[in-house]
Structures are given as structure tokens and as C-alpha cells.
């Protein structure tokens, strides 16, 4: 048995490498390709696509996987072994019922829409967009009938990103977080001028900012010779091994907190991605739970951390160094609440973390009305205005700050948004246990030590790799079911303090 478990891995091993080679090619699409490249690399990837399907959904992996699915649970549901049958089983059931020629379409349909959707933003208007996007979710709705789903089509979708997860389950979710959070906005807009951010709107020279976003990622733990950092339109982390793990961020000239935070934000996936053990390298299991505890680490530096007063304590004499006439009569103090200023704005990425959540509620429902047919893709356009505006009361003036503004939906990923939201709640939950564990953390963060928190994300975390599913792994990580309440009280306590409530 063990024999016919190490023939699977070997036949695995292909399937992963044709995968890693397919994101070296869409990082190197959003980084370095000239235009001119477009239709060569689409053709490459599909390619990639079409052979990766044929082999995950061949009868000899099937064979393969009746065989050594009761011995691999015998070794027990935490082992390895059952880990990687569990997982190749899972893609496998799926991926056999989707039509090879129809995946093809999807990858084919993405890098339409990509192209299209660069254009479009070019000329802010939805327009030049619609064809492309229409097709992708046409295609999307093919995909989830051809999966399956019991209540909502869109399960099928959110099954992909969350496993375990249903959009029953995530109304309930979002219900908690909105009854939550829009009182709190609410009083916080009424106080808006108790917190000034002129300081960050001033020019940031963007050779400086670089050197900056890379000492801030080495500092919480970012392996830069296992790493690297460039620019793209949206930043973006992707893993070629636990070994070459990748991120990019965008640089405004004018804005300091675009870049910086972005790459902090962009660490923490890389960091989890380095965390992976070396074991599951060409496995099914180097990977993260899901996207949603992939956010999770992410969110946590970018905002837990990185817009923590104890992190400023340690890296504003950084910053007061590399711009000295920018920060000049700036404290700390003055800089913390800078960076936490709260107010309604049109960009998710650039939101700050009170608000947040409220772009993916909308994005969320409008992605429900979408595949329950109760919206058309032409109208995207005015259902997105119009839900900014009764969310955040504010009105984007072109398609490039409001439906264009995300990747997303440009290469056919729909159902990936709740997994921000979810990742914003499980930080909350790990925080308040890693807290709770070492009550001396901010203090060590403020002498500009992370360890502590790297640690225990590596050790409950990272290590698991792709072995559990999001709300089981954070059952096991903080020993209680995912709650949004650690979540909320973290954000009231934070934003009453910052705005005096
Ligand atoms: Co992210």
C-alpha cells in the first residue's frame, strides 16, 4: 500500500510542477510581459490548464485514489498520508465532473477578460469590459452547475475558496458583522475631524518608499532570499515552492500608506507560504486552508500589527530616518491615528480597517445576485454605485474607483471575496488567543520583536498546510469554534479609543 501511496505522489508531483509553472507565468503576466505578449500567454497558460485537468481527472488517478483512500484514512485524519488522499480526492470529485473543453474556456475567457478589463480601466468605463465579464460568468454558472449544489448555485463557488462554508452560513456571518460595525462607522463619521491623515497625502518619493516597504517586510520575518518583491497594478503573493514565495505592491507617489501597507499585507501571505513545511513541498498539502485563513494572515500584519501603536513605537524612528522632512513635528502618536483614520472611501484595498468590510458586503451580495440571476451583467455598473452608496454614503465618479476597481472578477474568481471578511474575523480570534498565551507581546513588538507571533502562527498555522479546512484548523488553532465577537470587540475598542467614544 505504501507503495501504491508513493506512486501517487510521484503522479502528483507533474500536476504540481505544471501548476507552479503556470503561476510563474501569471506573475511574470502582471509584472514584466510587454502587451505585445498577451495572446502567447494565453495560449501557454491554457495549455497548462488543459493538461493539469487531464491529469488530475485521469482513471489512473482515480484507480489510484479508490486504492489507498482506506488506508490513508486508517493512518488516521491528522496524518499525512490521509491529508493528501483527502485532498487529491476532493479535486479529483470535483474536477471530473467539469468538461475539459470547458475549463479550457475558463482560462481562455480569463485572459480575455484580463485584457479587457486592463483596457477598460484605461478608459474608466465598464463598457469595453461587459462582453468579457458576461462570458466569464456564463462560464462560472456553467461550472457551478457542473459541480453541483444543493440551495444556492453559489455554493458551488464558495465551496472552492471555503471549504465548509455556505452562503447560509456566511448571511449569518455578514448579518453579525453589519449589526456590528455600521453603528460604530456611524459614530465614528460623526467625529471624522478627531483624526488628521493630511500627513500621509504629501509627496512620498517612490525609490524611498521601496527601500522602506522592504525593511518593514524583513523586519516582521519576510525571507527575502527565499523572496522577492516587485510592482504590479494589484498586489498580489504567489508561492512557486515554500522555498520562492513572491509578492508585489504599488507604489503612489503621493499616498504613503498604498505601498506600505500593501506590502505588509502581501508578507503575511508570503510568510505563511514560507511557513509550509518542507515535507509538503510537491504536495497537495503546500498550500494554505483556504483563502480565508490565508487573509487571515495577512490582515494580521497589515493591520493588527502594522497599524498598532507598539509596531510604530519601533519602526517610526525608521521612517522619521528615510524622510526626515516629511515627518518633520509628526510623533508617534500623531502618525498612529494618521494611519488609522477612519472614513468611507471608494478603494477596498486602500480602506481602512473599520470599513473594510463593508466593500466585500458589497461585492458579497452583488456576487449572490449575480448567479441567482437576479442581476444582469450590464447593470453592474449601477447596482455596485448604488450599493457603495447606501453602505458608505459615497458615490465612485468613474467605473476605475468603483466596478473596475478589483482583479477579481477579470479572470472569472468569483465567490473569493467573503474570504477577506473571513480573514479579518479569524485574525481577531487568533489575536485574542496568541494575547491571552503571551501577555508580553506588544511590549516585545514595541522593541521591534515578532517572533512570538510568527511562532505561533507557524506552529498552529503553517505547519498544517493545507491539511484541515478553514473553520476546523481554527477550531484547533485557538480551541474555539470561529466567532465574530473576538473580532468586534478588537475593532470597537481600537476605533472608540482612536475616536474617544
Ligand atoms: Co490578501
Known amino acids: 500500500m505504501q507503495e ?78 490521509y491529508g493528501v488522499v483527502r485532498l487529491l480526492k476532493r479535486r479529483y470529485d470535483r474536477q471530473v465532473k467539469v468538461p475539459a473543453d470547458l475549463v479550457e474556456a475558463m482560462s481562455r475567457a480569463a485572459s480575455k477578460g484580463h485584457e479587457t478589463w486592463l483596457l477598460a480601466r484605461k478608459e474608466k468605463n465598464f463598457a469595453p469590459f461587459a462582453p468579457a465579464l458576461e462570458e466569464l460568468v456564463r462560464l462560472r454558472k456553467d461550472y457551478a452547475d457542473a459541480l453541483g449544489w444543493e440551495e444556492r448555485r453559489y455554493d458551488a463557488l464558495l465551496d472552492q475558496v471555503e471549504p ?68 504590479s497594478v494589484h498586489p498580489f503573493t504567489t508561492a512557486f515552492s515554500p522555498d520562492d514565495v513572491r509578492i508585489t ?69 525608521k521612517l522619521k530616518e528615510m524622510f526626515p522632512s516629511q515627518t518633520e513635528g509628526v510623533t508617534v502618536e500623531d502618525w498612529y491615528r494618521a494611519v488609522n483614520k477612519s472614513q468611507p472611501s471608494l478603494i477596498r484595498v486602500e480602506a481602512d480597517e473599520l470599513t473594510y468590510n463593508l466593500h466585500i458586503m458589497v461585492r458579497y451580495e452583488l456576487e449572490q445576485d449575480l448567479f441567482a440571476d437576479r442581476l444582469q451583467v450590464k447593470d453592474l455598473p449601477e447596482a455596485w454605485n448604488e450599493k457603495m452608496k447606501s453602505y458608505l454614503g459615497i458615490t465612485p465618479p468613474d467605473d476605475l474607483e468603483g466596478v473596475l476597481q478589483d482583479i477579481h472578477w477579470s479572470g472569472g474568481g468569483f465567490g473569493s471575496f467573503p474570504s477577506y471578511a473571513l480573514g479579518n474575523v479569524i485574525a481577531g480570534q487568533i489575536w485574542e488567543t496568541v494575547k491571552e498565551a503571551q501577555p508580553g507581546i506588544e511590549e516585545e513588538m ?45 475593532i470597537r475598542q481600537k476605533f472608540s479609543h482612536l475616536y474617544g467614544l
Open 4 to 81: 501504491a501511496f508513493s506512486e501517487l505522489l510521484t503522479y502528483y508531483q507533474t500536476i504540481y510542477d505544471l501548476g507552479k509553472a503556470a503561476a510563474v507565468l501569471n506573475w511574470d503576466r502582471e509584472t514584466y510581459m510587454p502587451r505585445g505578449g498577451t495572446r502567447a500567454r494565453a495560449d501557454q497558460l491554457s495549455t497548462l490548464a488543459r493538461l493539469i485537468h487531464e491529469r488530475v481527472t485521469s482513471p489512473k488517478m482515480g484507480e489510484l485514489l479508490e486504492k489507498v483512500l482506506p488506508w490513508a484514512r486508517e493512518q488516521g485524519e491528522d496524518s499525512f498520508e
Open 164 to 231: 465548509g462554508i455556505t452562503s447560509r452560513w456566511l448571511d449569518q456571518f455578514f448579518a453579525e458583522l453589519r449589526e456590528g460595525l455600521v453603528p460604530l462607522v456611524q459614530a465614528v463619521s460623526e467625529r471624522r475631524d478627531r483624526v488628521k491623515d493630511d500627513v500621509l497625502h504629501q509627496h512620498w518619493p517612490e525609490d524611498k518608499q521601496w527601500q522602506l516597504t522592504l525593511q518593514a517586510v524583513e523586519a516582521i520575518g519576510y525571507d527575502l532570499s527565499r523572496g522577492r518583491q516587485d510592482r
Open 249 to 317: 505592491t504599488r507604489v503612489d507617489e503621493h499616498f504613503f500608506s498604498a505601498a506600505f501597507f500593501a506590502s505588509l499585507h502581501e508578507a503575511g501571505h508570503a510568510l505563511y507560504g514560507q511557513g509550509i513545511p518542507q515535507k509538503f513541498y510537491r504536495t497537495p498539502l503546500d498550500g494554505g486552508s483556504s483563502g480565508g485563513v490565508h487573509e487571515s494572515q495577512s490582515r494580521m500584519w497589515e493591520n493588527v500589527v502594522g497599524r498598532s501603536l507598539a509596531f510604530w513605537e519601533f519602526f517610526f524612528p
Open 446 to 490: 514595541r522593541r521591534g520583536l515578532f517572533g512570538t507571533l510568527l511562532q505561533w502562527t507557524r506552529e498552529k498555522i503553517h505547519r498544517h498546510g493545507a491539511q484541515y479546512d478553514p473553520l476546523d484548523l481554527v477550531q484547533r488553532a485557538t480551541g474555539k469554534p470561529l466567532s465574530t465577537e473576538p473580532y468586534l470587540s478588537y
